[in-house]
């Protein structure tokens, strides 16, 4: 069966293989096989498909990234989107997973670069994205943590929620996030450095916003380190870091679904 | 090849964790979570359609609104991209997550296209032309068959619409599917507005393909909008643009379909400027009219003998 398969692959793989070049690279001709009805020439009907192609993964690009679009304005941004789809791609037939290299294709598009804060925008839009079709879980409760003993607290690990994300950004990407994803005002922003937290505790995505230290902790606990160990990387990042805040915090977000044993 | 044959099959002794809602003489359309407050604010009548791809995920909200709607409706799942009519093999990967979703929600009707939307590792999200000939015959054929085996049920395969023809083509479209259809055992899902589509752009007779077609075998048929461009002589070619009112001309051959081969379940497609829920109800409704008119008429010729 399987030398069938792979013979056969070979055999009739040109008409494929013809067409498929030319749909993301508009200067190729049109494939030699490919003709109109009659007498008719293809060069327009093929480029129904180029145009279906590229379009359609341009408007999933659109889709996934709003805020990023409101930013830059519907025409640079398809344009910028244009590039990337036909330099990257698609590699799943799942829509919702693609565009996770658009936040570094942003970083290095050169016409992008009086927008420094627009990958950041993006990364976190790509991150609520993931959190809303991550996996259900339950989210730890404050009684669960309230009965463990005190004096091993410190040594305890917890097990991240699949759709808990931390993004941090050296610019208010939180900011222009949550005042671009709708169509609400636009008002100033203060250009200050933001860390942002996504859960999806439930059914709704939560988007927040992390007080100093607070991210270095989150990533901390969710890399597998304990709440000592978490803790005092925190305290290192910022002389103010709240740690009882940042633990009621992250157990009403839903950062974590349980936890481990204190041996890890 | 496959024994799974039976167009409408459900394996009678597994216990259902959903209603096993029948399916036969209704019409319905595509679900839009957009409309979801509209269609849950009054009771509806008929089904709905998915694309199987969006409810690929892990979790969230997608899985809680399907599960909604197949507590309250029958379901047709429908595949975007399995990419049947491609020369490389079958996606393992995406096969098994259609499997998984073919067995969580026991859907009414299953249907994937002749067309490819995969080569080599680029995705192209679009529904890709095929020669018809005796490679690509054999290559659909076992595709199906290894679809079918998996998921085990047949399926149903869409007649695609086209804008090119290929130089190696050797047999006609109707005769392909056909062949298709015999070798793998799998339904139809007539698609009337492809057919329309297709015979303005590659010049055919669409009441002739039509009358050709193997109606028998059609599980169920798509009617959806199309728009207007041109060729490179200037002539009219139509796009499957699913962004509109279904066309007068596609009402009238739908009709002619069902007044010969009697109703068929039968979904108003619309994936793009989408309407309010009210326009895309009434197109569903429009369709019902028809199906109930020949409902009518087939149980009349059967009673009289």
Redesign the interface.
Same mark, same amino acid.
């Given at each position: 069966m399987r030398s069938a398969?792979d013979h056969?692959?070979r055999?009739?793989?040109t008409?494929?293989?013809d067409?498929?070049p030319g749909?993301?690279d508009p200067g190729r001709p049109t494939p030699?096989?490919?003709?109109?009805?009659?007498s008719?020439?293809?060069?327009?009907?093929?480029d129904?498909?180029r145009n279906?192609?590229t379009v359609?993964?341009i408007d999933?690009l659109a889709a996934i990234f709003p805020a990023t679009q409101r930013l830059t304005g519907v025409e640079f941004f398809r344009a910028m989107a244009r590039f990337h789809v036909r330099a990257c791609?698609?590699?799943?037939?799942?829509?919702?997973e693609y565009g996770r290299d658009f936040p570094a294709f942003i970083s290095a598009y050169e016409y992008a670069r009086e927008l420094p804060y627009l990958a950041d925008v993006a990364r976190l839009e790509r991150a609520w994205l993931d959190a809303?079709?991550?996996?259900?879980?339950l989210t730890l409760s404050s009684q669960a943590l309230a009965a463990i003993p005190p004096e091993t607290l410190g040594d305890i690990r917890f097990q991240a929620h699949?759709a808990a994300r931390v993004v941090r950004s050296l610019f208010p990407a939180l900011s222009l996030f949550v005042m671009n994803r709708g169509d609400g005002p636009i008002g100033q922003v203060e250009f200050a450095p933001e860390d942002a937290l996504v859960t999806?505790p439930d059914?709704e995505v939560f988007v927040r916003s992390l007080p100093p230290g607070g991210a270095v902790f989150l990533k901390a606990l969710v890399d597998g380190q304990t709440l000592d160990q978490a803790a005092n990387e925190a305290f290192d990042a910022s002389e103010s870091f709240d740690l009882p805040g940042n633990i009621a915090g992250m157990i009403e977000a839903g950062v974590f679904v349980a936890i481990s044993s204190g041996d890890h | 090849m496959a024994d799974v044959i039976h167009i409408d099959g459900r394996d009678p002794t597994r216990d259902l964790q959903f209603p096993a809602y029948p399916v036969s003489g209704l019409s319905g359309t595509s679900l839009k979570h957009e409309h979801l407050p509209a269609i849950e604010a009054e009771p509806q009548v008929g089904y709905f359609e998915v694309h199987a791809?969006?409810y690929?995920?892990?979790?969230?909200?997608?899985?809680?609104v399907l599960e909604r709607i197949r507590r309250d409706f029958p379901l047709s799942l429908h595949g &975007?991209?399995m990419?049947i009519g491609? *020369?490389? +093999?079958i996606?393992r990967l995406?096969l098994e997550r259609f499997r998984r979703l073919v067995e969580r929600y026991e859907p009414a009707l299953v249907s994937e296209h002749l067309a490819?939307?995969?080569?080599?590792? &680029?995705?192209?999200?679009?529904l890709? *032309?095929? +020669?018809y000939n005796e490679?690509?015959l054999?290559?659909v054929a076992?595709h199906i068959d290894e679809v079918q085996q998996a998921i085990g049920r047949p399926i149903l395969l869409e007649n695609p619409s086209s804008? &090119?023809?290929?130089?190696?083509t050797t047999m006609s479209e109707i005769d392909f599917i056909r062949a298709v259809a015999r070798r793998s055992g799998c339904g139809l899902l007539l698609d009337v507005n492809n057919v329309a589509v297709s015979a303005v752009?590659?010049?055919f007779s669409p009441v002739q393909y039509l009358s050709e077609f193997p109606l028998e075998l059609v599980g169920e048929i798509h009617l959806a909008g199309h728009a207007p461009?041109?060729?490179?002589?200037g002539?009219l070619?139509l796009?499957d643009s699913h962004d509109r009112a279904v066309a007068d001309e596609v009402w009238d051959l739908y009709e002619k379909v069902i007044g010969s081969r009697g109703p068929a379940p039968t979904l108003i497609e619309w994936d793009s400027d989408l309407p309010e829920w009210s326009v895309l109800r009434s197109e569903a409704a429009a369709a019902q009219r028809i199906l109930d008119k020949y409902a009518v008429a087939t149980e009349r010729a059967r009673a009289l003998g």
């Open positions: 398969e056969s692959t055999r009739s793989s008409f494929a293989a067409f498929a749909l993301t030699p096989n490919v003709i109109g009805p009659g008719k020439k293809a060069g327009k009907r093929y129904v498909y279906n192609v359609s993964l999933a791609p698609p590699h799943s037939p799942l829509l919702f809303y079709h991550a996996a259900d879980a699949p999806r059914a | 791809e969006n690929m995920t892990s979790g969230g909200p997608p899985h809680r &975007v991209c990419s491609g *020369p490389q +093999p996606d995406h490819w939307s995969t080569h080599q590792e &680029v995705f192209f999200n679009d890709l *032309p095929l +020669p490679t690509t054999a290559h076992r804008y &090119v023809a290929f130089s190696d752009n590659q010049g461009q041109v060729d490179d002589e002539g070619l796009i």
